[in-house]
């Protein structure tokens, strides 16, 4: 390994939530040695990046990891930590719990799918509309403002498949391409089993975990790793 030099980090760039043959998924930042990043820098960092979240490991046996979208830092999110889990047990050791601030987040791997447990009040609020067909959520115009925004149609109601458009305005996205938060609190509401497709080609399994929660999870892919100047 080559020696830390101030002001680089080692960066991890993934895609989460991708589909059976590993295309679509939201790229996601992780800095696994998140010592090497300051955390009064971590915001400027998350904005350079521009990525819809990226995350920072503070103790990798521990779990402890930070979020940050390009303008805040969350308490939880769901893509982030699936990513997380998985890169940790391809890099690392596999683990059976994360801890961002809002929580400890139960870890289970299942093949080449990682699967995290989380509430529904714990990421950012959405004001869900569910639509009349997945042909409506796919001719939605992009909303305006500063909402939290998510519409969702069944494509096969039977089968539980649902087709979905996120939309977190509030904490600095456009269009996310898979929410993984969003995944939770939507299964919470249906109370079932259910494969959400989201943005261009992203695959999201989420199903509710009892006592309140929901489990969320699919692939991920690693697509690069490269050191990154801090800003």
């Known amino acids: 390994m080559k020696p830390?030099?101030?002001?680089?980090?080692?960066?991890?760039?993934?895609?989460?939530f991708c589909d059976e043959h590993g295309g679509g998924g939201n790229p996601l930042g992780v800095f696994l040695d998140g010592a090497q990043v300051p955390p009064d820098r971590?915001?400027?960092v998350a904005a350079d990046l521009g990525l819809s979240e990226t995350v920072f490991v503070d103790d990798a046996a521990a779990g402890a990891i930070r979020i940050f979208t390009p303008a805040a830092e969350l308490n939880f999110a769901g893509h982030p930590t699936v990513g997380?889990?998985?890169l940790l047990a391809r890099e690392r050791d596999p683990v059976d719990v994360l801890r961002p601030p809002a929580g400890e987040v139960p870890v289970r791997y299942a093949g080449d799918e990682t699967f995290v447990v989380g509430r529904p009040e714990w990421?950012?609020?959405?004001?869900?509309?569910r639509l009349d067909s997945a042909q409506a959520v796919d001719e939605l115009p992009q909303p305006g403002g500063a909402e939290n925004l998510a519409a969702w149609a069944y494509s096969d109601e039977p089968a539980g498949f649902v087709r979905a458009r996120v939309f977190p305005l509030a904490v600095g996205i456009g269009e996310?391409?898979?929410?993984g938060a969003a995944a939770v609190q939507l299964a919470t509401q249906v109370g079932?089993?259910?494969?959400i497709r989201q943005g261009r080609g992203s695959r999201i399994l989420a199903r509710p975990a009892g006592d309140g929660r929901a489990e969320v999870g699919g692939r991920t892919v690693l697509d690069e790793v490269r050191e990154h100047t801090l800003p």
């Not at 830390?4 to 989460?16: E, K, Q």
């Open 4 to 16: 830390y030099s101030p002001g680089v980090a080692v960066l991890h760039l993934l895609r989460v």
């Open 42 to 44: 971590r915001q400027a």
């Open 176 to 179: 996310d391409e898979a929410t």
């Open 123 to 129: 990421g950012p609020q959405f004001d869900w509309s």
């Open 84 to 86: 997380t889990a998985w």
């Open 192 to 195: 079932r089993e259910i494969e």
